[in-house]
């Protein structure tokens, strides 16, 4: 008889890689990401690559749980870390510039920004950045692998989906192409890349979803989070869903999906997210993307259930 374990029991595994497993072997304790708003903009905002963004995107650029950017870093990362210290009091952190597209700028001001995380805390142990593939020249990213030199360095890019018509509903400014020649770009230097794909994207079926899976298969990646399309106040896709309503994935979905993903993920790669935060005030839908934990837990059940785990069907591209 199979033994069915209750959704409210917490397993105490995973059957995929996780972050807190990958940067506690790494540096032998807990790490946690403090987040920071560095003032940054966007070029599919600004005008530089495209006008109004992606229509996913909040007004503080994905952001939402980073700092002030009219706050100093220093002060934006003692006030956030004094609050993730209440839980882990004896752990090492790492500065992740979260907010809009923190390499679009001039190589002299990003350098002297990094420098200046890298001197916040003799507690910090890495930098994580998040950009966009079209913020990325051979000179950002030589800086780049001078600073992987120095300390842990992570560098995320948003995919979000490799279907160009997608892309262009999403209005994601940049092609696939670009995309995976920047992975390739900073590969060559030896930088960790984490990619972001979004799950039920308008338009988007189960077999798109897990086409876009196996393309991320075919790069040398360190890193993935997988997200749950949000539909957010004061975005474009917010005000197209209020005026006209479309299908959203349910827990249930959204699951089987994601488990049939990380099921044929990479064994290789760090599983960073399986699903996103967004503000409770500012979210229009899904509502069950707020209880984070449930979602976490039933991916749990769902890969013992099926009595699977990450890479159990994964192809090594030839």
Not at 29 to 48: E, H, Q, R
Request: aromatic share 6%; proline share 5%.
């Amino acid at each position: 008889m199979r033994t069915v374990i209750p959704m409210t029991t917490t397993l105490p595994f995973k059957r995929y890689k996780t972050l807190h497993d990958a940067l506690t072997s790494r540096h032998g304790v807990k790490v946690f990401k403090v987040p920071l708003n560095a003032g940054f903009s966007c070029p599919n905002k600004d005008g530089t690559s495209g006008v109004g963004g992606c229509i996913f995107c909040s007004p503080s650029g994905s952001g939402d749980f980073a700092g002030d950017p009219l706050d100093s870093l220093s002060s934006q990362y003692e006030n956030r870390k004094a609050m993730l210290q209440k839980k882990w009091p004896d752990a090492k952190t790492i500065a992740y510039f979260q907010a809009n597209t923190n390499t679009h700028a001039p190589v002299e001001h990003l350098r002297k920004l990094f420098e200046t995380a890298l001197t916040l805390d003799p507690a910090l142990v890495g930098l994580s950045i998040a950009t966009r593939c079209d913020a990325l020249d051979e000179e950002k990213i030589a800086l780049l692998a001078k600073l992987r030199d120095r300390t842990h360095l992570q560098v995320e890019l948003g995919l979000q989906s490799i279907h160009e018509k997608t892309a262009q509903v999403i209005n994601r400014g940049h092609d696939l192409a670009c995309f995976t020649r920047a992975v390739q770009a900073l590969r060559r230097h030896d930088i960790d890349v984490v990619v972001h794909i979004i799950n039920g994207l308008p338009g988007e079926d189960m077999a798109m979803m897990m086409a876009t899976l196996d393309y991320v298969n075919t790069l040398d990646i360190q890193g993935l989070k997988i997200h749950m399309l949000h539909i957010m106040h004061d975005t474009a896709l917010g005000r197209q869903y209020l005026a006209t309503p479309f299908p959203l994935l349910d827990l249930k979905s959204y699951v089987e999906i994601t488990g049939r993903q990380i099921e044929r993920l990479n064994p290789e790669v760090v599983v960073h997210r399986v699903t996103g935060d967004s503000p409770r005030d500012s979210l229009i839908a899904p509502l069950w993307t707020l209880k984070k934990f449930v979602v976490m837990n039933t991916l749990d059940h769902w890969f013992i259930e099926h009595n699977t785990r990450q890479g159990a069907t994964f192809k090594a591209s030839t």
